[in-house]
């Protein structure tokens, strides 16, 4: 069983579902954005134009209230050697006519690489967004995913300060705060996210978290067997520190290149020390009213 | 289609249209069984099957030939289905002044595109080029239906059909294509109704029967499938083009989809789930010809009929059983043909194809390099530059194919080429190409806010040593300049394009996705605007990938002034107009 949750599987009994997520594979995205338009499509998410950015392909920039998926565009200078490792085989095939037959394949002998990553609410094991959340709006739902109640959230923007992926956002002239549901209402269908069935390529792979785990392992051995040796899980782990994810990637780089934090951490893990310095607060000023209330006599 | 004098008969036009050789060989089955499924009992043999109730074809009908002859005035009217050419088309300019060469023009689509447009709103009447008070071309916009609002099938280039179901009526007006050609259809056969004059015969006979339901009419699209598929003269389906006969007997509306309704049934509807069939998943769909997954399949066995490799077989000879067998698919091959079939010398049509030669639309049934007949720029391929480039063809002595088709006339100028004198004011490679997020012309994407955020903007890419080189700046704005056209487009300064050393020089490359126009929700100029009409001489596509253009900072100007522009570069390039 995956990491359990403070409410899943326990709260649930018997009606706990196993967990599910995504198993993002970024070695196969080819920035299709299909999952972006099928998510918005799906959940009738507004739009959100942003005119040309210049971020290469990337016209959507970040995650948001009215962009639950986003697709990255990096681009990136690599040597144009079976070492750098631009796209494996051409790279093995670049590199066999670069030594054999004396090719120079450019000017400079660079090469370029398109990295294309679909991101996504992580569905942490420990997710900060839900703890802070005073309204209950945001809740563990009996597939162990974290959703918001569109009908409960007052707004208060907690969540959005919390959450170490900056996923929360507050969407503007609403006031409340939207994200992926990971399709709740499709799970509750027995249905997989709108996103995962979009995907041509299976970058966006949806199942039980246990499994999406085995398989991606599996995935890594063979893209470090083939020579990708900077490819990665990002947020499989569960001793990392949100206690691993329900939707995690594998990256061929590290995460900062593609803009995601290294380390996050669930902020709730400082609370202790918060709630510590927050008691010590509090008797001081309890002693000084004592101090006012007696004082003036 | 037969032409007036070379196809006096349809035996004529049987003899000089195929070979008679491999499965063209039967061609005559083809086009009697065609005629048979428009004409019904009109179509005896009497009277050749109502051959001389086809339309002739009297010249060069493709695109761009049309365009060219609506620009002399010799075309009346256009009609531009789901067609966008003021956008999609190379020198969307000479497009624009097409149409309004035209008396009428009747156009469906979803919503009004740049071409349903041109009379009020085009680059040409924002530059006051062109006055809307001088265009005499009655417009005709028909609202269309889309995919979802109507039954039909997809046909991808991979030749696999999938039928859609109708998810909900379309909106207000809008309409199926099917609606409207068999609407039109139908309301000019009542018009003629009655008439004794002999041309009328070919609409008043034509079988037009086709069921119609729901609210508004609607053709059953299911019925035209079912005309497509053919049918034996006892209203059986026929399941393969090998079954249809030259007598009358058969009739199908189009013989490489002959069996798509086999058995009665609606094969390209099928949707057997991938869990549930081989990967080869002959149940998802149909494939034309005989729900053929690969081509010429019998090429993935020796000529002995043996895989060549085990791991990869496909189809092969199972001596045991007489037969062609496989993982599932249909062998593309007469089914019990042994691989060392040797034909006799009066043997002709498949019969004429040997055992071990798949390729079995070809007269000798083998793969072709050297191509002796068919193309125009034959018999086999050689490099030569395009229409513009900055180089010599260092390959071959020849430096443009002398078949390319070529148009000199005002509204369509080229640049001078390597070697010519001002060839160096269009130094640069201008290259077009499309985006995912946006649909061709943009008529089905750019109206669609989820697309249009995707790719708000038409932007030029380049490298960072044009950039330098022509003070270009990342995410500013630049001016593409042709003598067709100046446009302007947001820059992406990118490694992803490359400057390269050809010939002992730097090439620098411009790069512009095609998608944008005036019309939708995220609007722009056309890459087509740049590019000049020069056809290859086969199917009449014109050079879209490759021309020659000059770019500088900042936006075109507004106006007169962008002609003007347009103007000093030709005068200095010394291009005629
Ligand atoms: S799971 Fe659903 S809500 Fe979440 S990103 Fe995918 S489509 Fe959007
Ligand atoms: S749908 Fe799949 S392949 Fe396309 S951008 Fe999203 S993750 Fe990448």
Redesign the pocket.
């Known amino acids: 069983m995956s990491a359990e949750t403070l409410a899943w599987p326990g709260s649930y009994g018997g009606d706990a579902k196993p967990r599910v997520g995504f198993f993002?594979d970024?070695s196969?995205?080819?920035?299709?954005?299909?999952?972006?338009v099928?998510c918005k499509e799906w959940n009738r998410i507004p739009e959100s134009p942003q005119g040309f950015t210049g971020k290469s392909y990337d016209n959507t920039l970040d995650l948001g209230a009215n962009t639950w998926?986003h697709?990255a565009f990096i681009e990136q200078r690599v040597p144009a050697d079976a070492d750098g490792g631009a796209s494996l085989v051409e790279a093995a095939e670049r590199g066999g006519l670069v030594e054999r037959e004396g090719l120079a394949t450019s000017k400079e002998g660079d090469g370029v690489r398109w990295l294309?990553?679909?991101d996504v609410c992580k569905h942490c094991t420990e997710a900060a967004c839900l703890e802070v959340c005073p309204t209950g709006a945001l809740f563990r739902t009996e597939f162990g995913t974290v959703v918001v109640q569109e009908d409960v959230c007052n707004g208060c923007g907690y969540c959005v300060s919390a959450c170490p992926f900056g996923v929360l956002d507050r969407r503007e002239g609403d006031g409340r705060v939207w994200k992926c549901t990971l399709c709740y209402d499709r799970l509750k269908d027995d249905r997989e996210p709108a996103?995962a069935q979009?995907?041509?390529?299976?970058?966006?792979q949806f199942g039980e978290v246990d499994e999406l785990r085995e398989r991606a392992e599996k995935r890594l051995a063979k893209l470090r067997g083939d020579g990708q040796s900077e490819a990665r899980l990002y947020l499989a782990d569960e001793e990392d520190g949100i206690g691993g994810a329900g939707a995690f990637f594998l990256l061929l780089d590290e995460p900062e290149v593609y803009g995601l934090p290294p380390d996050p951490v669930d902020s709730r893990r400082h609370l202790g020390a918060i709630w510590a310095a927050t008691g010590a607060a509090a008797a001081a000023l309890g002693a000084g009213l004592v101090a006012a209330v007696f004082g003036g006599r | 289609m037969p032409e007036p004098d070379a196809h006096p008969s349809l035996e004529r036009f049987v003899e000089l249209n195929g070979p008679s050789n491999g499965a063209w060989g039967e061609l005559s089955s083809y086009m009697v069984s065609l005629l048979k499924a428009w004409w019904g009992d009109a179509a005896t043999e009497d009277n050749e099957f109502c051959f001389h109730n086809l339309p002739r074809i009297d010249g060069d009908h493709s695109h761009y030939a049309t365009m060219l002859k609506m620009l002399d005035g010799g075309v009346k009217g256009f009609f531009a289905v789901g067609q966008n050419p003021t956008v999609g088309s190379a020198n969307a300019r000479l497009q624009c002044m097409a149409l309004s060469k035209l008396d009428w023009l009747v156009l469906r689509d979803f919503s009004e595109t740049e071409t349903a447009a041109f009379w009020h709103d085009s680059p040409e009447i924002e530059s006051g080029d062109v006055r809307t008070e001088d265009i005499g071309t009655e417009v005709f916009f028909m609202p269309a239906a889309a995919y979802t609002e109507k039954d039909g099938n997809f046909t991808n280039t991979q030749r696999l059909l999938q039928w859609h179901h109708k998810a909900l009526e379309p909106p207000g007006d809008c309409r199926s294509d099917l609606h409207w050609i068999y609407h039109l259809g139908r309301r000019i056969r009542e018009k003629l109704a009655g008439s004794d004059d002999p041309r009328d015969r070919a609409i008043l006979d034509l079988t037009w029967g086709y069921p119609v339901h729901g609210p508004h009419d609607e053709p059953d699209a299911d019925a035209v499938l079912r005309e497509i598929g053919g049918r034996q003269a006892d209203g059986s389906f026929v399941s393969g083009y090998e079954e249809l006969e030259d007598d009358g007997s058969t009739a199908c509306g189009s013989w490489i989809h002959a069996g798509i309704y086999a058995d009665g049934v609606n094969q390209s509807a099928r949707k057997r789930p991938h869990t549930e069939q081989n990967w080869v998943a002959t149940e998802w769909g149909w494939a034309w010809p005989k729900n053929t997954r690969l081509l010429y399949n019998r090429a993935s066995a020796d000529p002995e009929g043996k895989p060549w490799s085990e791991r990869k077989r496909y189809v092969w000879w199972d001596a045991e059983e007489g037969r062609w067998t496989g993982l599932g698919d249909n062998p593309d091959f007469p089914p019990d043909k042994e691989p060392d079939y040797e034909p006799g010398r009066r043997d002709r049509a498949m019969a004429a194809i040997r055992g071990d030669a798949p390729f079995v639309l070809h007269p000798d049934g083998l793969g072709w390099i050297y191509a002796p007949s068919g193309l125009v720029d034959g018999p086999l391929p050689v490099h030569y530059e395009p229409q513009e480039s900055p180089f010599e063809n260092r390959l071959y002595a020849q430096q443009q194919n002398p078949t390319r088709q070529v148009f000199h006339r005002p509204e369509n100028p080229y640049h001078p080429t390597d070697g010519e004198t001002g060839a160096a004011v269009f130094p640069f490679v201008l290259t077009t190409y499309r985006l995912t997020e946006h649909h061709t012309a943009g008529g089905m994407s750019r109206t669609v806010p989820y697309l249009s955020e995707l790719q708000p903007e038409l932007f030029c890419e380049i490298s960072p040593q044009l950039a330098q080189e022509r003070g270009l700046e990342h995410g500013g704005w630049a001016t593409i300049v042709s003598a067709r056209q100046a446009i302007e487009a947001r820059v992406m300064v990118t490694d992803r394009v490359q400057s390269l050393e050809v010939q002992g020089r730097t090439m620098h490359v411009v790069g512009v996705p095609y998608h944008w126009g005036r019309r939708g929700l995220v609007t722009g100029d056309s890459a087509n605007e740049l590019l000049p009409l020069a056809l290859d001489s086969n199917v009449h596509i014109s050079e879209y990938k490759v021309a020659t253009c000059d770019i500088r900072p900042g936006r075109r100007p507004r106006g007169r002034d962008r002609a003007a522009l347009v103007e000093e570069y030709r005068r200095r390039a010394g291009v005629k107009v």
Do not use: F, Q
């Open positions: 993002t970024t196969i995205c080819i920035g299709c954005k299909a999952c972006e099928a998926r697709v294309m990553s679909s996103c979009a995907c041509p390529t299976n970058s966006i």
